[in-house]
């Protein structure tokens, strides 16, 4: 599975900003998206996933309530991101996985794919 992710940039606290992450290849493997940001000096950490069989979603609480992470039906996945913290402020990667059980999502090795990272900023 190939993975391109798009829509990051620059805005200010309390800002929002649309991630996109189209996927191709053999998606038909595919069971969970994730999306995971890496700051400046950080670890890779788990923003939000959705299963594509059952549409179920998981987010990190830092992001519950702000973050929507969604898919359409021509295999492209979004994380809408609305009330963006400065801590915010990542390198943000789309990952695609065909064995990610429920409980399992938070951990980057779970999944597969990777696309290229599309970075955030958030101003103060």
């Known amino acids: 599975v190939q993975l391109q992710a798009s829509g990051g940039g620059l805005v200010q606290a309390g800002g929002s900003l649309r991630l996109s992450c189209a996927a191709s290849?053999?998606?038909?493997?595919?069971?969970?998206m994730g999306w995971f940001r890496q700051g400046s000096g950080k670890d890779r950490e788990f923003v939000a996933a959705?299963?594509?069989?059952?549409?179920?979603t998981s987010y990190a609480d830092s992001v519950k309530g702000r973050f929507t992470i969604s898919r359409d039906n021509a295999n492209t996945v979004y994380l809408q991101m609305n009330s963006l913290k400065p801590e915010g402020t990542a390198v943000y990667y789309c990952?695609?996985?065909?064995?990610?059980?429920?409980?399992?999502?938070?951990?980057?090795?779970?999944?597969?794919?990777w696309g290229q990272g599309t970075q955030v900023t958030v101003s103060s």
């Open positions: 990952a695609a996985g065909s064995k990610v059980w429920y409980g399992g999502e938070w951990n980057f090795r779970a999944y597969d794919s």
């Open positions: 290849g053999r998606t038909s493997t595919t069971n969970t």
């Open positions: 959705q299963w594509w069989s059952t549409t179920a």
